[in-house]
């Protein structure tokens, strides 16, 4: 990820014709810095969450007993994006700047991961606005990135997916409901499996 200090990716310019990608807030320092370092697109988070840069913080994470505090301060520590958009001066729900089209999914508590993933990948009304999907900090849950309808609000296409998954999964499927917040944040990790759409360079 090659970014400056000034909220602002630095990134060639597509070519001609190619629409330029969305982009949303990326905060260094974790939870507790409400100031974002820098925007960046799907392709980038990618890039980050694929590599090994969190390898060993996701490692550490892991080790500390599922439901404890010790692996709630760890989680607080990593890095996070606010795939909703762009915010500033700090991140709220009312400092939304520009909107990047997209919006995050947490599912929790998964008894199958893998399945899961398989069942996310393959569904064919969820496929073609899907972004990414990686393995959430603790390892137990998933984060899907996903484009939203232009013409409905965050909170309304938020409903929509999560009826959508509900009626046809089950519980099971349920997104976490803090997803219907447009500042909500979604921690970086490691997963070395992370998937990306083809149509933003995966």
């Not at 990608?21 to 409400?34: L, N, Q, V, W």
């Not at 709220?92 to 997209?102: D, I, V």
């Not at 508590?109 to 893998?114: F, G, Q, R, S, Y």
């Not at 309304?156 to 447009?182: I, T």
Request: glycine share 8%; charged share 20%.
């Amino acid at each position: 990820m090659t970014t400056d200090n000034s909220n602002e990716t630095v990134t060639n310019s597509p070519p001609p014709g190619i629409p330029e990608p969305p982009r949303f807030s990326y905060f260094r320092g974790g939870i507790r810095t409400a100031a974002p370092y820098a925007a960046v697109t799907p392709r980038q988070l990618w890039e980050v969450v694929h590599g090994p840069r969190f390898a060993a913080a996701t490692e550490w994470l892991r080790q500390a007993p599922a439901g404890s505090e010790q692996r709630a301060e760890r989680k607080k520590a990593l890095d996070y994006v606010t795939p909703a958009g762009t915010f500033a001066p700090t991140r709220a729900n009312g400092n939304l700047q520009t909107s990047s089209g997209l919006l995050v999914l947490d599912f929790d508590h998964l008894p199958d991961v893998a399945a899961a993933r398989a069942v996310l990948l393959s569904d064919a009304l969820l496929q073609p606005g899907l972004v990414l999907l990686f393995t959430s900090p603790g390892g137990e849950g998933l984060k899907a990135l996903l484009e939203a309808d232009p013409a409905a609000s965050h909170l309304d296409n938020f409903r929509a997916l999560s009826g959508y998954l509900a009626g046809c999964y089950g519980p099971e499927l349920q997104p976490d409901p803090s997803g219907k917040d447009v500042a909500r944040a979604c921690f970086v990790c490691h997963d070395a499996d992370a998937w990306l759409s083809p149509r933003f360079g995966g």
